[in-house]
Antibody, heavy 113, light 107 residues
Framework: QVQLVQSGAELKKPGASVRVSCKAS????????FSWVRQASGQGLEWMGW????????GYAQQFQGRVTLTANTSTNTAYMDVRGLTSEDTAMYYC??????WGQGTPVIVSS | DIQMIQSPSSLSASVGDRVTITCRASQSISVWLAWYQQKPGKAPKLLIYKASSLEGGVPSRFSGSGSETEFTLTISSLQPEDFATYYCQQYKSLWVTFGGGTKVEIK
C-alpha cells in the first residue's frame, strides 16, 4: 500500500539548516509531484512548495523562495526538504504529501537556542 | 496565487446536527478542490476530492458540492468522532493553497 515515511524529529539552533526526508513505498516516486506543507502549533496548513522527481523541477511559495530547497532521489524513492537560516518561527510540524491525499506522518522541527 | 477563504473559522454543534462549511476561491478552480479532516497530533485525512467525490472509506454523511469559486462541505448528522478541524485545498495547479480551517467543537 502507499506509504510516506518521514525522518524523525529535529532540534536545531537559530541560523542552522535542517533536512527532512520522505521515503515513499507502494508506488514509484517519479510518477508524481510532491508537495511539502508545514503547520505551526495550533495554526493552519501552510503550503511550502512542490518538486517533480522526474524532471527535478520545483516551485515555491513566495515566502520560502531562496530559503527552502526541494529535491528527490528516484533511485531511493525519497524526497527531501532542506531549510536554511532557521528561526524560531520555523518551529512546526512538516509534512510531505502526494496527490491522492497521501501524507507523511509529519516531522517536528524545533528551533531553539 | 489563488486564495482560499474558509468560513466559519470555528463552530459549535451538537451530535446529530447538520453542519455546513464554506470555502471560496479568489478565482475559478473548476472542481479542483479537496476537503480534509485533521485531529490533534495527526496528519490531515482526505474526505472529498474533485469537489464532490467521496474518498473510499469515508462515511456517507460527508458530502461536498460546488464549482468554480464556491464550495461546501456538509456533514449531514454530526457524530462524536467528527469533532475536528476541517480544511479545504485547491489543486488547480501545482501551486496548491489551503483554507484557514474550521474547528468543529462540541456544543
Amino acid at each position: 500500500q502507499v506509504q510516506l515515511v518521514q525522518s524523525g524529529a529535529e532540534l536545531k539552533k537559530p541560523g542552522a539548516s535542517v533536512r527532512v526526508s520522505c521515503k515513499a513505498s507502494g508506488f514509484t516516486l517519479s510518477s508524481y509531484s510532491f508537495s511539502w506543507v508545514r503547520q505551526a502549533s495550533g495554526q493552519g496548513l501552510e503550503w511550502m512548495g512542490w518538486v517533480t522527481p522526474n524532471s527535478g523541477k520545483t516551485g515555491y511559495a513566495q515566502q520560502f523562495q531562496g530559503r527552502v530547497t526541494l529535491t528527490a532521489n528516484t533511485s531511493t524513492n525519497t524526497a527531501y526538504m532542506d531549510v536554511r537560516g532557521l528561526t524560531s518561527e520555523d518551529t512546526a510540524m512538516y509534512y510531505c504529501l502526494r496527490p491522492g491525499g497521501y501524507w507523511g506522518q509529519g516531522t517536528p522541527v524545533i528551533v531553539s537556542s | 496565487d489563488i486564495q482560499m477563504i474558509q468560513s466559519p473559522s470555528s463552530l459549535s454543534a451538537s451530535v446529530g446536527d447538520r453542519v455546513t462549511i464554506t470555502c471560496r476561491a479568489s478565482q475559478s478552480i473548476s472542481v479542483w478542490l479537496a476537503w480534509y479532516q485533521q485531529k490533534p497530533g495527526k496528519a490531515p485525512k482526505l474526505l472529498i476530492y474533485k469537489a464532490s467525490s467521496l474518498e473510499g472509506g469515508v462515511p456517507s454523511r460527508f458530502s461536498g458540492s460546488g464549482s468554480e469559486t464556491e464550495f461546501t462541505l456538509t456533514i449531514s448528522s454530526l457524530q462524536p468522532e467528527d469533532f475536528a478541524t476541517y480544511y479545504c485545498q485547491q489543486y488547480k495547479s501545482l501551486w496548491v493553497t489551503f483554507g484557514g480551517g474550521t474547528k468543529v467543537e462540541i456544543k
